[in-house]
């Protein structure tokens, strides 16, 4: 099994010494290491199952993340995961993985950064809905529901009625 791994390109980080392999750079199998592997796998592995709304819609990764021993240069780039609640996230949904577009965030934060997240630009600031109704002080349905039925500057006001 060790072999197979080994010389698989799922696992590029062992190298052979001899009889036996040894990890290249001690990461093997981190976070960060998945977070990388996942990453290539979803962009170039045709039979994965994220792979449509990636590289079938033609997100790539840098050529500095790309290859198959590029595991060194994208940690060194990215660093340790802040904490097991981050994950790897494109800052530009559009744009490729690579060092610019690419940060360490949370569910929270990657949700309000989706290709179908709804901005709204009022008083020179854009912010998710979800943003706006904390600002607000407002629950999220309740300005969603004013959204529906007032006017923008009404809606995102504190006292929308009056």
């Not at 799922?10 to 990890?23: D, H, L, S, T, V």
């Not at 949700?111 to 912010?127: D, P, Y």
Request: hydrophobic share 30%; charged share 25%; glycine share 6%.
């Amino acid at each position: 099994m060790l072999t197979l791994l080994a010389e698989s390109c799922y696992n590029p980080c062992m190298k052979n010494i001899g009889n036996q392999y040894a990890r290249k750079h001690g990461l093997w199998k981190t976070p960060e290491w998945q977070a990388w592997s996942q990453m290539r796998r979803r962009c170039y592995g045709i039979n994965h199952i994220s792979y449509p709304r990636y590289g079938g819609r033609g997100v790539t990764v840098c050529e500095r993340w790309r290859g198959s021993d590029t595991f060194p240069t994208f940690y060194a780039d990215m660093g340790p995961r802040p904490s097991p609640k981050h994950t790897l996230e494109r800052i530009d949904n559009s744009a490729p993985y690579s060092p610019e577009n690419c940060r360490w965030a949370t569910k929270a934060e990657q949700a309000r950064n989706r290709r179908n997240t709804r901005l709204i630009t009022f008083q020179g600031q854009t912010l998710c809905v979800k943003d706006w109704a904390e600002y607000l002080g407002v629950k999220y349905s309740c300005l969603l529901y004013r959204l529906k039925v007032l006017p923008l500057e009404r809606a995102l006001s504190p006292h929308p009625y009056n």
